[in-house]
């Protein structure tokens, strides 16, 4: 600060970049509190006219102009924690068959491959889940589930394919590359030594990745997951394809339901009235306020889990 | 017969991947003796010792062959299981490393649950008489349920210590144990290993000759993966047979 002060004129190049970058800086911190306010005022309509109700009300009725968002909350929760219940077992198996037991000419190609599933795009996951995993869905996994534990309320009606189990499938596909490199690189993290220690304690592998990985790592896992969650909440396009866009709340795992993005990608270009489209943006809303405190809360666990890594 | 056959070496050789990183070491160990394996860095002592309770085997292309017996039996034969013979050898590392996630009482406890003991008595009990051992008790008593990363490096080396003597293990290797620490910390590790030498084994590697001096009953000089020289310490130190060992102790190369 000093050196800046009294040599003002020398220094202006330096003052100017700085200057530059520091605005740019601010720019995009900024960004994010104009959507919002940018949401919150297009949104005032349906905000006024509603209030709470918008939460709690499970009527979608454009043509009426009734607007409740509660069917594509839940189906934005249901569909995002279906996703994370499936892909969390299988990355954090897939992270520590890569960083614990897999040989290096094995586990440097294979972690190439999970992180590219990331780099599918979003429409193409939806067409493969309309061609295979709808059908496979409708004619043996939902079958089979109908009949073994169709008495539970979470697997009655009819198998359709597409619905809110479809849904839940390929976000958990597409969140596994999420929650799977995350955690391999809290695992790569804890030092070699660790686990000789516990081996040397006299432990198994599998106790070693259970004392030395795993309970090491738990918050950064828990980022990991969170950081899947959110992106989840957020998907759009292939959600928008499999999950049957009928915004009702069922019990049941098989039934089409709607996700606050499905409905937006849905209804946004057709929105003719003040009140639909004011409607459709406090969904944004919500779900911009929903992702963005679930990202927090991972950037939390992580950041919590790298400061307790480093010994004293 | 002046060597014990206790626990001991027989044609021990080590390789990572092509490099012989040990060569047709034979040493014997003595019970309730603590032995030295001092040499410049790289001479292979770390890697001897890690054959020692089949740890060398756990890194990728790693091989071990000839024998090592523990009162007779070998360590390698086809029956041992590695798992549980490492309850029997304990070892303490360079750096101090409790596990993060772990109260001070875990640490300790870990090995006995590892070993299927679930009983709290029988826990609590093991964990106060390891921590006792390693003169740690008074300091911790307090604070068993803090992290063991909580503590001073010092009592965190302590803590491994405990750590490993809760399974009460015959021998107990340690890989270069002070060298992290400050020279307080490391004379009460010092003082304890010469304690500790009436329950267990020890066999300790360093960088420090005065250590080894100071605190074991034979030593051996290991260079370049060789076995130089292996006798009494005093012997060693003041009278070594070896002109590679008397250029070594006396500071003339490594």
């Known amino acids: 600060m000093i050196r800046s002060k009294s040599h003002k004129d020398i220094h202006f190049a330096d003052r100017f970049f700085a200057g530059t970058l520091q605005a740019i800086a601010w720019g995009v911190p900024l960004l994010l509190v104009f959507i919002a306010i940018f949401l919150t005022w297009k949104s005032l309509p349906t905000i006024r006219l509603f209030g709470f109700s918008f939460l709690t009300s499970q009527t979608w009725d454009p043509v009426q102009d009734q607007f409740g968002a509660l069917p594509v909350v839940y189906g934005t929760l249901v569909s995002s924690f279906l996703a994370v219940l499936l892909a969390a077992p299988i990355s954090i198996g897939v992270a520590l068959f890569l960083t614990e037991l897999a040989p290096s000419w094995l586990a440097r190609p294979v972690g190439f491959l999970v992180e590219m599933l990331a780099a599918i ?69 804890i030092p070699a030594i660790q686990r000789e220690n516990a081996l040397a304690l006299g432990a198994t592998r599998w106790e070693m990745m259970q004392i030395a990985v795993l309970k090491t790592a738990r918050s950064g896992i828990l980022g990991a997951i969170i950081l899947g969650l959110g992106r989840a909440l ?13 915004a009702e709340i069922s019990a049941s795992l098989l039934a089409p339901g709607q996700t606050m993005s499905s409905l937006l990608a849905n209804e946004y270009a057709e929105a003719s009235g003040e009140l639909h489209l004011s409607a459709l943006l406090e969904v944004g809303l919500l779900l911009f306020l929903v992702t963005f405190i679930i990202n927090a809360l991972a950037r939390l666990f992580v950041w919590r889990s790298t400061l307790g890594k480093s010994p004293r | 017969m002046e060597i014990s056959s206790f626990f001991s070496t027989r044609d021990l050789n080590a390789w990572f991947g092509k490099t012989l990183a040990v060569r047709a070491v034979n040493m014997s160990f003595a019970e309730n003796t603590v032995s030295a394996i001092i040499g410049p860095s790289g001479c292979g002592k770390s890697t001897f010792l890690r054959c020692l309770n089949r740890l060398h085997e756990e890194v990728p292309g790693a091989r071990v062959n000839g024998t090592v017996l523990l009162e ?24 101090p490393n409790p596990f993060p996630a772990f109260s001070v009482f875990d640490n300790v406890a870990v090995g006995l649950k590892l070993a299927g003991i679930r009983k709290s008595t029988i826990l609590k009990d093991a964990v106060e008489r390891s921590l006792r051992m390693a003169a740690l008790w008074d300091e911790v008593k307090d604070k068993l349920n803090d992290a063991g990363t909580s503590l001073s490096g010092g009592q965190q080396q302590r803590l491994c210590i405990a750590r490993a003597l809760a399974v009460e293990p015959r021998v107990l290797l340690m890989d270069e144990p002070t060298s992290a620490l400050d020279p307080i910390s490391t004379a009460k590790i010092e003082e304890l290993v010469s304690e500790l030498k009436k329950a267990v084994t020890i066999i300790i590697v360093t960088h420090n000759m005065q250590q080894a001096a100071r605190i074991s009953d034979q030593t051996a000089f290991f260079l370049l993966g060789d076995l130089i020289e292996y006798g009494a310490t005093s012997q060693l130190f003041t009278a070594p047979k070896d002109n590679r060992t008397e250029r070594y102790i006396t500071g003339r190369f490594g």
């Open chain 1, 121 to 189: 795009p979003s429409v193409v996951y939806g067409l493969w889940g309309i061609f295979v995993l709808a059908p496979l869905l409708r004619t043996t996994v939902q079958p089979a589930l109908a009949k073994s534990l169709g008495h539970f309320p979470l697997f009655e009606g009819p198998p359709l394919g597409v619905g809110m189990m479809a849904a839940g499938v390929i976000l958990a596909i597409m969140i596994i590359p999420t929650i799977a490199t995350l955690s391999r690189e809290v695992f790569l993290a």
């Open chain 1, 234 to 246: 957020g998907e759009t396009m292939a959600v928008t394809m499999l999950i049957g866009n009928r």
């Open chain 2, 72 to 95: 007779n039996k070998n360590i390698y034969s086809k029956d041992v299981d590695p798992v549980e013979l490492r309850r029997q050898i304990g070892m303490v590392f360079q750096k």
